[in-house]
């Protein structure tokens, strides 16, 4: 597609149950990048996929988060066990290149998790 | 100290002002982007540079590499150009993420 779309745009779980957010990058692009919202302003890089292998996995937090980038297939990312902590908006984004090279990253609207 | 800070952090402005944010990093880059956040959450990216400036429309965008600065202008403001404005730098020490700053809210009174 056009556009990076991610669902859902908002996603409520009750403490201790499992979120799962999905990301379709744009066509072509190769690389894509989770980043965590918090507080509004606080963004937290997450995960970064080269097609379906894991690029730069340093942000995710080692206990209940997991991503996935299947062919043919949305990205994925997945919480066991949410905890209040985890609301936050989740963003999505893709790029043709791998990172630092010259080109702008295409980001998604967001998944809004509130974790009750 | 945060690795990339922002200046200032709200601004308000009349319609038609010019508008200048400011960025400050303290790692090496291999780019900084600055990107849109609108009132309902979506992000927009901008620019992304690693010298000199650019232009699009009625944004600007320069940056220092020596002195380690980067500045987002904005000519003749609109109401519409109210949103979070966030720098980001590509830290190359971390493999090219991205290391965002705080924001700067700006808000342009018609």
């Known amino acids: 597609g056009e556009e990076v779309a991610q669902t859902p745009k908002h996603l409520v779980r009750g403490e201790g149950q499992k979120a799962k957010l999905y990301c379709a990058p744009i066509?072509?692009?190769?690389?894509v990048f989770w980043y965590q919202q918090v507080l509004k302003n606080e963004f937290k890089f997450l995960i970064s996929?080269?097609?379906?292998?894991?690029?730069?996995e340093t942000g995710m937090p080692k206990e209940r988060f997991s991503a996935k980038c299947l062919p043919n297939s949305p990205c994925s990312l997945e919480i066991q066990a949410t905890k209040l902590e985890d609301s936050a908006v989740y963003f999505c984004?893709?790029?043709?290149?791998?990172?630092?090279?010259?080109?702008?990253?295409?980001f998604g609207s967001g998944t809004q998790l509130s974790v009750l | 100290k945060n690795e990339v800070e922002q200046s200032p952090q709200n601004l308000t402005a009349q319609e038609g002002e010019f508008i200048t944010i400011n960025c400050s990093y303290s790692v090496g880059i291999s780019a900084l982007h600055w990107l849109q956040q609108h009132p309902g959450g979506g992000i927009v990216s901008l620019f992304m540079l690693s010298s000199g400036k650019k232009k699009h429309g009625r944004l600007i965008a320069t940056i220092n590499i020596q002195e380690k600065h980067s500045s987002l202008h904005i000519t003749a403001s609109h109401p519409r150009d109210s949103a979070v404005y966030i720098c980001a730098a590509a830290n190359k020490a971390a493999g090219n993420k991205l290391t965002f700053g705080g924001g700067t809210r700006v808000l342009v009174k018609p």
């Open positions: 066509k072509g692009h190769s690389y």
């Open positions: 984004a893709s790029s043709r290149n791998p990172p630092g090279a010259a080109e702008k990253l295409f």
């Open positions: 996929f080269q097609n379906e292998n894991v690029f730069d």
